[in-house]
């Protein structure tokens, strides 16, 4: 008897707040360190003002489910807004894609390691949020993605997360059939996209 879809596919989500790192590199090894790294190399370091929060995803077919690790950062004062207001902001996203590499470089506040990937057209990105006023622009969150290889299952995933961020705290867990779920997010009423970054 052939299982149902919602008994086939799972997803799970964690999310833990952390402390705020200094900064953050990932890309593919091999141009760790040069300059002519075309966009190989991604680097982030957050301002003092930022919230920091780690997401583990888990999402698809128990045996081949798709895997990836979220650093996101939010500026403190929007997020208080938006818990208190539940207001809905007009953000704009611009998107970086790491290319695919046989390999990807983590390193965080000098701890680093070196994971194997999958094949697939990108293994990482870097968001950015902006929110324009008379003024000026401003950056109001950051999201650093890692696609993680199919070999590594859930608790390994979970393992290096608390390699590179101790006292992880849990924040919110979701766990069940991966049914439509849908993050929880800031909806541009203009284009209807519901920008997946978490207000915490």
């Known amino acids: ?3 149902s879809r919602r ?3 799972t997803m799970r989500e964690e999310v833990y707040r952390v402390k705020r790192p200094g ?13 002519e790294y075309k ?3 991604k680097s982030y370091s957050p301002a003092n003002s930022f919230d920091t929060r780690v997401i583990l995803y888990e999402s698809g077919p128990q045996k081949k489910a798709m895997r990836s690790m979220s650093v996101c950062f939010i500026h403190r004062a929007l997020n208080t807004e938006i818990r208190e207001s539940k207001c809905t902001l007009k953000i704009r ?13 983590i390193e965080i506040d000098g701890k680093w390691d070196e994971i194997n990937v999958d094949p697939c057209e990108w293994c990482g990105e870097i968001q950015k ?9 401003i950056c109001e969150a950051v999201i650093l993605t890692i696609r993680l290889p199919r070999s590594m299952d859930y608790p390994a995933m979970k393992k290096m997360a608390e390699y590179y961020f101790q006292n992880m705290e849990l924040v919110r867990r979701v766990d069940g059939p991966d049914a439509g779920y849908k993050t929880k997010g800031l909806l541009d009423p203009k284009n209807q996209k519901c920008y997946k970054y978490i207000v915490l």
């Open 1 to 3: 008897m052939e299982l």
């Open 7 to 9: 008994e086939r596919y």
């Open 23 to 35: 900064y953050i590199v990932f890309g593919n090894p091999d141009y760790y360190g040069k300059q």
């Open 39 to 41: 966009g190989n190399i």
């Open 93 to 105: 996203r611009h998107t970086e894609l790491l290319p695919h590499g046989e390999k990807i470089l």
């Open 129 to 137: 949020f902006f929110r324009s006023t008379k003024q000026k622009t």
